[in-house]
């Protein structure tokens, strides 16, 4: 008993038992930890404000239940700038300091707000009156919805109310902060356009509508995400697109429902079906001419605010493994390349399955010299050829992760330095032999030959997969891997399409082909118009 008594003593005074309860999550509940009092708050605000909430024509009670919601009391950001608007009428602007325009704000709303001749012949209603006499703005609108209103200011615009007056005006006054538009860093071109989306989803759109200017794009916005109202803008171009296909991505994106900050990315994995998919259901890409021309070609973009990355669905196989360049470039050099691609990656999936296998099991694939050097190259080294083949693909995997997060040239050196220092040690501490290792290089340099990086990382999966088959049974465990491959991708759907899309069902556009035909002017009248084929 003394001895409990000082270890709860012992306990007291280091205060390993003074937890705060409010931030824990107990074993015997689900869901995430949260603020009991912060959540009993929105609750309130919730229950008190309802989604057909109309503001109230009194200014007074509009910027009370404003500072309340916005807790203006200690947030130093939301301000509230009240004003005579003609000299005659109360009003006021209430805006996010930061995100706004100052130099709009001031010139453009309240010094022609304040002007005493304002109001000298108004009508009214004034709020209408003000928009279309007053204000100098050329984004501005009439808004009676306070949840609408609240949304707007969040988004940073600026928005005015009148008193006596039970709608406001919402003037456009954004200006938040951005990068210029600079060269695609992940998806680098020699032939074609440079430029890259940035993090402004207006700017974004603005560089897709320079690429295509046609009066059927169409740009729908959507509100996504409970707590941060995340806009996300649905491109698609109207009599191109299937119908269907642009109401199943609308329908899967009205489910969303996440109270978290959302990308492009997360977007996606909540919007498919089935979140176990090996295959990417969606093309991540950064550059505006390549997405103009999947617009053609009846494709759905989905892209987010704060998020230079835009995904087009749906997506096939085809696509994971085309670039800009097979189009901007003639058809010889186009399908050359395009066949070094499509062959490197077939290498690096398979080669260290088949190594693996004829080493294990089929040793009479070997030449007796080429038998020999092998296992001489592996006579000082311990541990099994297959398990140091895979330690080796990891360790590469491990390489290119690092270079890739370091900033800069430094990831550049980094994986230069690291491949050639820990190749050089692993072969001196006889950890590994010469032949696996220039075996590991070639699947690397083979796997960087896929363009799109998620199918690079779904690549490795499907070559670690396919080794662990060639252990168990050689040749017969690849050939069974491949079968249960080539069935998996032919079920597998992208938004109702699926992933070998023409090929693994019947349809009626040309199956695109490693060779690229030339390019062909098409007669824009008649029937030729109407059943033009693309030879990309």
């Known amino acids: 008993m003394g001895l409990l008594k000082v270890l709860r003593s012992l306990s007291h005074f280091f205060k390993f038992d003074d937890s705060d309860s409010r931030f824990e999550l107990l074993e015997t509940e689900y869901g995430t930890p949260y603020d009991k009092e912060r959540n009993k708050r929105s609750i309130e605000l919730d229950n008190s404000v309802k989604e057909d909430a109309e503001i109230s024509a009194e200014l007074k009670s509009n910027l009370t239940l404003i500072r309340q919601d916005f807790r203006a009391d200690i947030n130093p950001d939301i301000l509230i700038r009240e004003f005579t608007l ?14 706004v325009n100052s130099v709009m704000l001031n010139d453009f709303i309240l010094r022609d707000g304040m002007k005493k001749d304002a109001l000298e012949n108004a009508s009214k209603p004034i709020v209408e009156y003000a928009l279309k006499n007053i204000f100098t703005v050329s984004d501005a609108q009439i808004e009676w919805n306070y949840l609408k209103i609240k949304k707007a200011i969040l988004a940073g615009q600026s928005v005015l109310f009148i008193e006596g007056e039970n709608r406001a005006l919402i003037f456009d006054t954004r200006n938040q902060p951005t990068r210029g538009i600079d060269a695609a860093e992940n998806e680098k071109s020699v032939l074609g356009p440079r430029e890259a989306f940035v993090e402004n989803m207006k700017t974004n759109i603005s560089l897709i509508r320079k690429h295509l200017q046609n009066d059927s794009l169409v740009c729908e916005m959507r509100t996504v995400g409970k707590e941060s109202n995340i806009k996300v803008g649905i491109l698609y171009c109207e009599g191109v697109a299937n119908s269907s296909l642009v109401n199943e991505v609308k329908s899967r994106l009205s ?21 176990n998919i090996l295959f990417p259901s969606a093309l991540l890409t950064e550059k505006p001419d390549r997405v103009a021309s999947f617009l053609l070609e009846g494709h759905v973009v989905l892209m987010c605010e704060g998020n230079p990355l835009v995904a087009v669905t749906p997506t096939t196989l085809h696509m994971m493994f085309s670039m800009p360049e097979d189009a901007y470039a003639r058809p010889s050099a186009a399908s050359f390349v395009r066949f070094v691609r499509i062959s490197a990656a077939v290498v690096s999936v398979y080669l260290p399955a088949l190594f693996i296998a004829v080493v294990r099991y089929h040793q009479g694939f070997f030449s007796p010299e080429m038998l020999n050097t092998l296992v001489a190259s592996h006579t000082m080294v311990f541990v099994p050829i297959s398990l140091e083949l895979v330690l080796l693909m990891f360790m590469f995997q491990l390489i290119r992760e690092a270079g890739m997060r370091v900033p800069g040239s430094v990831g550049q050196a980094l994986g230069i330095i690291g491949g050639l220092v820990l190749g050089q040690a692993a072969i001196a501490a006889n950890l590994a032999s010469p032949v696996v290792l220039i075996l590991v290089a070639l699947v690397g340099l083979g796997n960087f030959c896929i363009p799109e990086y998620t199918m690079q ?30 069935g998996y ?44 084929e693309n030879d990309w």
């Open 86 to 99: 003609g000299g005659e009428v109360d009003a006021a602007i209430v805006f996010i300091n930061g995100l």
């Open 489 to 532: 991708m032919s079920s597998a759907k992208s938004f109702g399409v699926p992933l070998l899309t023409p090929y693994a069902v019947k349809a009626y556009s040309k199956r695109p082909l490693i060779m690229r035909g030339k390019v062909k002017n098409n007669d824009l009248s008649g029937e030729d118009y109407m059943n033009r």
């Open 457 to 486: 990382l779904t690549s490795f999966y499907i070559r670690i997969a396919f080794v662990v088959l060639a252990i168990m049974a050689g040749f017969l465990g690849i050939v069974c891997g491949t079968l249960l491959l080539v």
């Open 255 to 275: 489910k969303v429902n996440l109270n978290k900050v959302i990308a492009v990315n997360t977007l996606i994995q909540v919007m498919e079906k089935n979140s």
